[in-house]
């Protein structure tokens, strides 16, 4: 069965470096999506994207992030400067288009543990 | 804004009994929701969806949730509880641009 896959699965880093981490999504899927999980906290939406531009972001997702399609197959979410409170477990999450416009059901990777020192 | 509030963030049932896990829903229009489960360490997986069909929903390993307008109410349930049911369960509804907004969370604790 296809699935959503992330690396690394768990990136350790120092306040102030950039981190990217990396998701490949189901190979048909047009929808990505970034949400993160604060340890004993809920899991929040950060940012969608399509057609290699951002759909839609919270207000969580300000300048320090970015995401890219870099090639075919991954789907990426860069922070440049990271701080104390980005650690967090990241999840990745992909969705087929449906052509009525009807909901997309999202499927997620098993997600990377940040843990920023 | 659409939202969803689980009631209860821990949850304790004996094997074998029923599992009732609670949420509303705020929305003002029909809402697309969701109960997802995440098992420790792992990511989220879907157990069931609501979409406007039946509003009776059967999911995965035999969870259950009945949309109720009435109530504003997507309730899930199990008739029998087993230890493999141990694992967080989060409701999330649908929202503008097809981003999913998840609520607090119910740990589920199976005893012996």
């Known amino acids: 069965e296809p699935e959503v896959t992330q690396t690394p699965s768990h990136q350790v880093t120092q306040m102030g470096q950039e981190v990217i981490l990396r998701c490949v999504p189901i190979?048909?899927?047009?929808?990505f999506y970034w949400y993160r999980q604060i340890l004993g906290q809920k899991v929040e939406f950060l940012v969608s994207?399509?057609?290699?531009?951002?759909?839609?972001k919270s207000e969580i997702f300000d300048d320090q992030f970015s995401v890219e399609r870099p090639d075919g197959s991954n789907f990426t979410l860069k922070i440049r400067s990271t701080k104390l409170e980005d650690s967090a477990m990241y999840f990745c999450?992909?969705?087929?288009?449906?052509?009525?416009?009807?909901?997309?059901?999202?499927?997620f990777g098993p997600g990377t543990r940040l843990t920023v020192l | 804004a659409q939202s969803v509030t689980q009631l209860g963030s821990h949850v304790s049932v004996s094997e074998g009994a029923l599992v009732l896990l609670r949420c509303n829903y705020s929305?003002?229009?029909?809402?697309?929701l969701f109960w997802y489960v995440q098992y420790p360490n792992q990511g989220l997986q879907l157990l069931l969806k609501?979409?406007?069909?039946?509003?009776l929903v059967k999911g995965i390993n035999g969870f259950e949730a009945e949309f109720k307008k009435s109530e504003t109410s997507f309730h899930l349930t199990k008739p029998s509880a087993h230890m493999s049911d141990a694992a967080e369960y989060f409701c999330?509804?649908?929202?503008?641009?097809?981003?999913?907004?998840f609520g607090e969370g119910t740990q589920l604790t199976v005893n012996p």
């Open positions: 609501y979409t406007s069909a039946a509003t």
């Open positions: 999450a992909s969705s087929e288009v449906f052509s009525g416009g009807s909901y997309n059901e999202q499927f």
């Open positions: 994207f399509y057609n290699n531009e951002i759909s839609e």
């Open positions: 190979s048909n899927h047009l929808y």
């Open positions: 929305s003002s229009v029909p809402p697309y």
């Open positions: 999330a509804v649908e929202t503008s641009g097809s981003r999913l907004t």
